[in-house]
């Protein structure tokens, strides 16, 4: 079944700019009728068409990134102006989109203006004939700040298209884009889970008092994802979704992965005992998945060319934005040893893998921001198995002294206080529900810590679960917790969360609010700037 055809793009709060005409053009072009949804179609003639959106990434002080789609082989040109008006641009070219990269591309931008509101348009042009253009499409992001005094806010959540509540009509679609859109962040945390791959969308799935979720419904999605062509289309499901579009042409992401993005629970060298697939080497999966993630993301340390067999570069990073914070962007699947009841009493591979441990002590080393975000796709002290005997996180559910992963987070931990790094908060999403946890060490069992909290939010569109219980090996406390009473509650009977950050310029003070979909602020802690530990 289809989407409604969107309506007028309400108006958002005075510091940015209503997004006009191709954004609704965009989201037209995306409707269909019948039952399963169509997208847009590969023409033979015509000009090229951008009806997929665009989004931006990355975005630090004086630059960033734009992505988009084209319908056919096009050369991209982004222009960018102080106001909506464009009548004064710069232009930047762009990559020539083609099936390699499956007519995605990303342009860097350079030389911004600091604490800028800009304002872009992308112009697909044929490549045999650059005076045959499509449609621009527009866009606005605003630039980090280069003082202090201006403040930061930013929201997170993770969890997309899970558990087969994909993009209901009948609802309005991800309802929560929208809401954050109306919230005017700096930019979003997507905190992994971006997609579920191997998640099946059924049309329809009845509900336990009898009503009927109705689901956007794509090839791609009627089987788990295997071939580069399935995971590609399922990056693209999201983008079907009209809120998804009008977000991403307005709030810059920077995102992350997690396992869905490749399988459920996967790690690298696993051989998968699951009849649903036909190739069984996650290996060779999580190439095709990491590819497609560089295709259809705007990530600064990823790089997708036409013909490449995969993605170069890698998912961990930092974000500087602005003197106020750093945003440390983890990788907690790519390195880490295979899932186990993680008793070993010497790991120093972990979760994170020696390497990027190393650059992460080094980076927090270098940070001279105020605060410093540790940008986790799965929590510290939540108990999350794999099967019977493993787990799948880094507690393992022994209270005692750290073993397997929880050592590698002991030594960054311990890093981290004996450095005296401070301002250091844990984000995270992962486990379906919101939650505040504030770990300290005379509740340990590891005590060689700095007090710190962790901060869980979503989904943003998936099923709800209960509360994870906790492991005392880092002494958390949950201060507070929302989650359903039972599994797998849809979007129609449990509230979709999200995570909202603001630093005050004026004080540094950071204030972490836990929202749920419908405007209310579950819960809200101020934290100080300038400790070691909280």
């Known amino acids: 079944m289809s989407q409604p055809t969107p309506g007028q793009t309400p108006a958002v709060p005075a510091r940015r700019t209503v997004l006009r005409g191709s954004l609704a053009a965009s989201a037209a072009a995306l409707t269909a009728g019948g039952g399963a949804f169509a997208g847009p179609a590969f023409a033979l003639s015509g000009r090229p068409s951008a009806a997929w959106g665009v989004q931006t990434g990355d975005v630090t002080a004086h630059a960033g990134l734009v992505w988009v789609r084209s319908d056919r082989p ?3 040109i982004v222009e960018t102006s102080s106001g909506e008006s464009f009548r004064r641009v710069h232009q930047h070219l762009g990559p020539l989109l ?6 995605t591309g990303t342009t860097a931008l350079r030389g911004l203006p600091a604490g800028e509101q800009i304002h872009y348009r992308v112009t697909l042009a044929d490549p045999d004939d650059p005076r045959r253009t499509g449609e621009p499409v527009t866009g606005t992001f605003r630039t980090a700040p280069a003082r202090r005094r201006d403040g930061v806010r930013f929201l997170w959540s993770g969890d997309i298209a899970g558990q087969g509540w994909g993009i209901n009509p ?6 929560a884009y929208e809401e954050m859109r109306r919230l005017d962040p700096d930019f979003f945390l997507c905190s992994g889970d971006t997609v579920y791959a191997d998640g099946v969308i059924q049309p329809s799935v009845t509900l336990p008092d009898g009503r009927i979720w109705r689901n956007v419904t794509t090839p791609e999605k009627s089987k788990v994802a295997e071939t580069l062509a399935e995971y590609r289309g399922n990056f693209r499901y999201n983008l079907l979704d009209h809120n998804v579009r009008a977000f991403n042409a307005q709030v810059p992401t920077v995102v992350q992965w997690d396992d869905h993005e490749v399988r459920n629970n996967w790690y690298p060298g696993q051989i998968l005992d699951d009849a649903r697939y036909t190739e ?15 295709e259809y993301f705007p990530v600064s340390t990823l790089h997708a060319r036409a013909g490449e067999s995969r993605s170069e570069g890698r998912m961990h990073r930092v974000v500087r934005y602005g003197p106020l914070l ?4 983890l990788d907690m699947r790519s390195y880490r040893n295979a899932n186990s009841p993680g008793r070993q009493a010497d790991d120093t591979t972990g979760i994170l893998g020696a390497e990027q441990l190393e650059w992460l002590k080094r980076e927090l080393s270098r940070s001279r921001a105020v605060w410093k975000v540790l940008a986790a796709d799965m929590p510290l002290g939540l108990v999350v198995t794999d099967g019977a005997t493993d787990f799948e996180a880094v507690a393992q559910g022994d209270p005692g002294a750290p073993l397997g992963r929880e050592l590698q987070i002991a030594e960054l931990l311990r890093f981290i206080k004996h450095r005296r790094i401070t301002g250091t908060l844990w984000l995270t999403a992962d486990v379906h529900y919101t939650s505040a ?3 300290a060490p005379e509740r340990a069992a590891f005590q060689d810590f700095a007090p710190f909290w962790e901060f869980v939010s979503g989904p943003l569109a998936a099923g709800g679960f209960p509360a994870n219980r906790l492991d005392d090996t880092f002494g958390p406390e949950r201060v507070f917790v929302r989650a359903p009473e039972r599994a797998n509650l849809s979007p129609m009977e449990s509230p979709q969360y999200f995570g909202e950050v603001d630093i005050d310029g ?3 003070e950071l204030t972490v609010r836990l929202r749920a979909e419908g405007g209310t602020v579950l819960f809200s802690k101020v934290l100080q700037p300038g400790r070691v530990g909280q």
């Open 326 to 329: 750093d945003v440390f962007v």
């Open 506 to 508: 004026d004080s540094g």
């Open 437 to 439: 946890q504030h770990y």
């Open 280 to 294: 069984k080497d996650v290996d060779v999966l999580a190439a095709r998945a990491s590819r497609a993630f560089a």
């Open 98 to 103: 083609g099936p390699g990269t499956d007519f």
């Open 74 to 76: 096009a050369r991209m």
């Open 170 to 175: 009948d609802i309005g679609g991800f309802r």
